[in-house]
């Protein structure tokens, strides 16, 4: 059974600072290209940031370069999304999501709230 399980969102100050999560079970992760996308209310969903299969080629959202960073380790099936000096309008819920050919497997999200 394909899982994917976010962790690590929560509410925030702006100019402060999350590291998400998303573990991987039920299928070969290493093979898999990760990537986050958030929804905010009203809005469709966007990707964020993606990863390569190895870690080699990363890629991200205008709005977030030289902010967000995206890693993963494949020893623990696991992709994380750095958030540093976050703003009001990074305020959604945050998918991660694995992909390799046609296939697309997505996780439940996790809600990060940049408040004062």
């Known amino acids: 059974q394909v899982q994917l399980v976010e962790s690590g969102g929560g509410l925030v100050q702006p100019g402060g600072s999350l590291r998400l999560s998303c573990v991987a079970s039920g299928f070969t992760f290493s093979s898999h290209r990760m990537s986050w996308y958030r929804q905010a209310p009203g809005n469709e969903r966007e990707l964020v940031a993606v990863?390569?299969?190895?870690?080699?080629?990363?890629n991200y959202a205008d709005s977030v370069k030289g902010r967000f960073t995206i890693s993963r380790d494949n020893a623990k099936n696991t992709v994380y999304l750095q958030m540093n000096s976050l703003k009001p309008e990074d305020t959604a819920v945050y998918y991660c999501?694995?992909?390799?050919?046609?296939?697309?497997?997505w996780g439940q999200g996790t809600q990060v709230t940049v408040s004062s």
């Open positions: 999501s694995a992909n390799r050919g046609l296939i697309t497997y």
């Open positions: 990863i390569s299969s190895t870690g080699t080629f990363r």
